[in-house]
């Protein structure tokens, strides 16, 4: 293989074949001819997103997820990584207010690992600029309610992200209000199922769906 390739590398760089074989494999792999991928046609690029798709979303639904005590339904996720997953919210404050949480169950923001916390805002980074995009808004809030003092109610690190948009709230802090109020009616919900006027299943699975179609 090397042999056969001679020709074309001193021609390009002037080498002998054991100086080549000395370098680093990365600088080999620039001095090696390319080749341009073969041109595929919109029908076959089209089969394998929906095929990429696909995996994904039996990947997601084979796995579990969990929010503090609390069991999450497959459905109700749409993106995840090895290290995080995102979900959408029963009761969400303004439409894509969605929450991305750690894998593991971790309660406190300093508990996580380098890792963690890098992938954790990396995929709200990926999320958020999506979410923005497809609900047309101009701006993101970002929060996380590190403890119970700061209006924790589930011992889960998460972020909360909200597409926001001008005019949807009056003064913008009491996004945080309704937040906390939310986060409340959430922790109430999970323990006590009460009857509320909480968005269903199917509703936030579809949802979900749409979402994850930003993805592929």
């Known amino acids: 293989m090397l042999k056969s390739l001679l020709p074309s590398l001193t021609s390009r760089c002037s080498l002998s074949l054991t100086p080549f074989l000395y370098l680093h494999p990365s600088t080999r792999r620039r001095l090696l001819p390319r080749h341009s991928p073969p041109h595929l046609s919109p029908g076959v690029t089209s089969l394998r997103a929906s095929s990429s798709f696909s995996h994904d979303l039996h990947r997601m639904e084979s796995e579990s997820y969990t929010f503090g005590p609390y069991?999450?339904?497959?459905?109700?996720?749409?993106?995840?990584?090895?290290?995080?997953?995102?979900?959408?919210?029963?009761?969400?404050?303004?439409?894509?207010?969605?929450?991305?949480?750690?894998?593991?169950?971790?309660?406190?923001?300093?508990?996580?690992?380098?890792?963690?916390?890098?992938?954790?805002?990396?995929?709200?980074?990926?999320?958020?600029?999506?979410?923005?995009s497809y609900h047309n808004a101009s701006s993101l809030t970002f929060t996380i309610q590190d403890g119970p003092q700061a209006g924790q109610t589930v011992s889960h690190v998460h972020i909360h992200i909200l597409p926001r948009?001008?005019?949807?709230?009056?003064?913008?802090?009491?996004?945080?209000?309704?937040?906390?109020?939310?986060?409340?009616?959430?922790?109430?919900?999970?323990?006590?199922?009460?009857?509320?006027?909480?968005?269903?299943?199917?509703?936030?699975a579809q949802e979900a769906a749409e979402y994850r179609k930003l993805f592929l």
């Open 71 to 132: 069991k999450i339904s497959a459905k109700e996720v749409f993106y995840s990584t090895q290290l995080s997953y995102a979900l959408v919210n029963l009761r969400p404050v303004v439409p894509g207010h969605v929450l991305v949480c750690p894998r593991r169950d971790v309660k406190r923001f300093i508990d996580l690992t380098a890792d963690e916390t890098s992938d954790l805002w990396l995929t709200a980074q990926k999320i958020g600029h999506q979410l923005e």
């Open 165 to 204: 948009k001008s005019g949807d709230f009056e003064n913008n802090d009491e996004i945080y209000e309704a937040i906390d109020s939310k986060e409340k009616e959430l922790k109430q919900k999970l323990d006590l199922d009460k009857e509320r006027k909480d968005r269903s299943m199917e509703e936030m």
